[in-house]
């Protein structure tokens, strides 16, 4: 049995990567639509903050289930067909998300399009697929900035066409811009982009959900890199859910204003990924800028308090998103390059519901401690960052341990 992956006998070329990362951007763009609405089109339903918070976190517990079952079928089947369906379905969930006739409706329904976006993994697959390792920190930060770009412009258009003061009506209008986007993807994806790899008909061994869990958690470096994910999107998530309301209750921001601020941050991120983060990674360390990264999140976050304007708060967010930008494509790019070649979308979509769990998680605890004091999701997301440091540094030393242990896989 070959040691590698079963692939086309013309497998796609190195550029191929950046071609799917060019029509995933439109999928990033219907999202970076909806975000900073998401917590005034819970409010036009009359929903406490709890409710809000609750609707937020819906989509990323069905990304929690759905990414490492769609890696896992795409390390079998192939990449192409499953990405071309989870986006489409997305896409039809978008359209539904307009028409839902109260909080509970919008719930189920946040909740089966996270399911169906939990396909990171199977694009982090493609972009391993075709992508030698030296090189995969600068493909995943790319495929970082087309997500960031898609918060520069998505946020602002979904701020020009949303209205809330007509209520639930009033965001419908972004709902349908969305749903377009994610299934025009879709649609140039089957048409342009070629599979990088076959159905895999060995016997390879792929344990279940759970079992592989266990199997990542043991591992010396991505059971590391688990934890740091987790831990960095319990604090970013919870801090995003309620963003909206503590500048509202800070300042008296609107939709308008918050899709200004995310434009900011995404103009920082994706300069960052396109033109830093990659050159950093290779000169001093994966393991290295991502716990810089971390570190200038935690100072960000824990100074946002203190904020005495709100051109200072979105100050503070663009350099928490610097150091976000700097840390992340060096998670998935050292997960790719130390599991399995044979499940590699299957761990990578292990990570990623890590994330997802954190996207649950921080929302939540972010909804209940906000009523309390508005300042104190941000304490708490500071606190849970501080030991992702040094979890980052474990995972680099415990990398270079197993790069020596496994020169061949290593190269792959």
């Not at 169906?116 to 493909?139: K, L, W």
Request: proline share 7%; with cysteine.
């Amino acid at each position: 049995m070959s040691d590698t992956p079963s692939r086309e006998a013309a497998p796609p070329p190195p550029w191929a990567a950046l071609s799917l990362i060019g029509l995933i951007f439109l999928n990033m763009l219907g999202f970076g639509i909806i975000v900073p609405l998401l917590p005034f089109y819970a409010k036009s339903f009359d929903a406490p903050a709890w409710q809000i918070t609750l609707i937020f976190s819906a989509f990323s517990v069905g990304t929690f289930f759905g990414e490492p079952y769609w890696g896992r079928l795409s390390d079998k089947y192939g990449r192409k067909p499953l990405l071309v369906m989870t986006i489409f379905a997305n896409g039809l969930c978008y359209l539904a998300l307009a028409f839902a006739p109260n909080a509970w409706a919008a719930f189920a329904i946040r909740l089966l399009g996270g399911l169906f976006s939990g396909n990171g993994s199977i694009i982090q697959g493609y972009i391993a697929d075709v992508t030698p390792p030296e090189r995969r920190t600068r493909q995943m930060s790319w495929m970082s900035a087309a997500w960031n770009v898609g918060l520069i412009v998505g946020p602002g258009l979904g701020g020009i066409f949303a209205k809330p003061s007509l209520g639930h009506i009033g965001f419908q209008l972004p709902l349908f811009i969305s749903a377009g986007l994610f299934m025009t993807s879709a649609f140039l994806i089957l048409l342009f982009i070629r599979e990088s790899r076959q159905r895999d008909e060995s016997n390879t061994h792929r344990p279940n959900r759970w079992a592989a869990t266990g199997e990542a958690a043991r591992h010396p470096v991505i059971g590391r890199l688990m934890l740091v994910t987790f831990m960095v999107g319990f604090a970013f998530t919870g801090i995003e859910a309620i963003f909206g309301l503590w500048t509202e209750a800070r300042y008296g921001w609107g939709p308008r204003e918050i899709g200004w601020a995310f434009m900011f941050v995404g103009i920082s991120s994706a300069i960052t990924q396109i033109f830093i983060t990659a050159p950093l990674s290779e000169r001093f360390g994966q393991a290295t800028m991502l716990a810089a990264g971390m570190a200038i999140t935690v100072v960000c976050i824990g100074m946002q308090p203190f904020s005495p304007s709100g051109a200072f708060t979105i100050v503070l967010m663009s350099l928490s998103a610097i150091g976000q930008s700097v840390a992340w494509p060096n998670v998935s790019a050292l997960i790719s390059e130390t599991a399995d070649p044979h499940r590699q979308g299957q761990i990578l979509g292990l990570n990623n519901a890590m994330g997802a769990l954190a996207r649950v998680a921080g929302p939540q605890c972010a909804g209940a401690t906000f009523p309390i004091n508005i300042n104190l999701p941000y304490f708490q997301g500071a606190l849970m960052v501080v030991p992702a440091i040094f979890f980052a540094l474990s995972a680099g030393r415990r990398a270079k341990i197993w790069r020596r242990d496994n020169p061949e896989q290593a190269q792959e």
